[in-house]
């Protein structure tokens, strides 16, 4: 086993805990993946590594974004090439791992640089989505640049909104760019790909325990302090697992036990259709069950 190592799986696989090992075993960095974990404003909600657990092995792309700020695949390729590029000088084995597929697409099989939408018409089309609501606003996608619509998550308000922002900024569909695409960063024959797909009660139960553990940890707290940053509406940092439940919480309009069932019920879904993902995007991907089967083996095969 030689080359990077990429690790996918849905939220409370133990993707992270399976990183770290590798990482202090084989002498590695753990490079993030996750849209969320970006965020300096998370620590907590979107289950980044502890301050120990950066200590044990160097940590990178965690934290670095400001809460107000957007972010993107390929924001995230054009941070990751220097990470890269500072792992091979120092010998270390790159150990990308996070739930964004997105990302591990773009890493693999290549993206299209696609200049961002200003502003304005970011603001413009999220008004749009939610005066029409999601399937209306795809079923216009849909009407309108058909070949896009059929490769974007349709359920996914975030990709209808990137494909209506790629089609408005060049007047070409998020498909036709995407068909365009240069090499890949990293080629999928020149990595260790491995996709964790565990039980799925096991996964629920996982889902619910965190998320008990985030409100012991200070969840609340966080939510709190990102409200005090007066976010623009809209703001991607929102798409944290919990941050809306929290959020209502903290303007009163809800209970914390009804922030906490609700966000409970959005994270089991959110699993389940990161699983559903993995499965259909990542099936040449090696698949373990847990995290600790995983780092049995491949320690076993790097001897």
């Given at each position: 086993m ?25 002498g ?16 907590v909600l979107?289950?980044?590594?502890s ?6 092995a ?9 809460a ?12 990751l ?16 791992v ?21 502003p ?13 609501g ?64 565990p ?11 965190r ?13 709190a ?13 929102m ?11 903290l ?10 069932a ?15 993902w ?17 780092l049995?083996?491949?320690?076993r095969?790097a001897r």
């Amino acid at each position: 086993m030689t080359g990077p190592i990429l690790i996918s799986g849905p939220t409370a696989s133990g993707k992270s805990a399976l990183a770290l090992g590798l990482a202090r075993r084989l002498g590695g960095a753990v490079i993030n993946a996750d849209a969320v974990q970006v965020y300096g404003c998370w620590r907590v909600l979107s289950a980044r590594p502890s301050l120990i657990d950066e200590a044990a092995a160097p940590h990178h792309l965690y934290g670095h974004i400001d809460a107000r700020e957007g972010h993107s695949a390929g924001r995230w390729l054009r941070d990751l090439a220097p990470v890269l590029d500072d792992c091979r000088a120092k010998g270390l084995r790159a150990i990308i791992v996070g739930g964004t597929g997105m990302y591990f697409s773009a890493l693999t099989l290549g993206l299209a640089d696609i200049p961002e939408p200003t502003p304005a018409l970011r603001a413009a089309l999220e008004a749009r989505l939610n005066a029409q609501g999601l399937q209306a606003f795809a079923a216009a996608l849909a009407a309108r640049d058909p070949a896009s619509a059929a490769r974007v998550d349709l359920a996914n308000p975030r990709r209808v909104l990137r494909a209506w922002e790629v089609l408005e900024t060049t007047g070409r569909g998020i498909a036709a760019h995407h068909d365009a695409t240069p090499p890949p960063l990293i080629a999928p024959d020149a990595a260790s790909l491995i996709r964790l797909i565990p039980d799925r009660a096991r996964l629920y139960a996982a889902c619910d325990a965190r998320f008990d553990l985030m409100l012991q940890s200070g969840a609340l707290e966080e939510a709190a302090a990102f409200a005090a940053l007066s976010p623009p509406a809209g703001a991607q940092a929102m798409q944290a697992l919990g941050a809306r439940e929290l959020a209502a919480h903290l303007r009163g309009e809800i209970t914390l036990g009804e922030a906490r069932a609700r966000a409970g019920r959005i994270t089991r879904n959110y699993a389940k259709r990161q699983s559903t993902w993995t499965r259909n995007q990542m099936g040449a991907w090696r698949a373990f069950d847990s995290g600790p089967a995983a780092l049995e083996v491949l320690l076993r095969e790097a001897r």
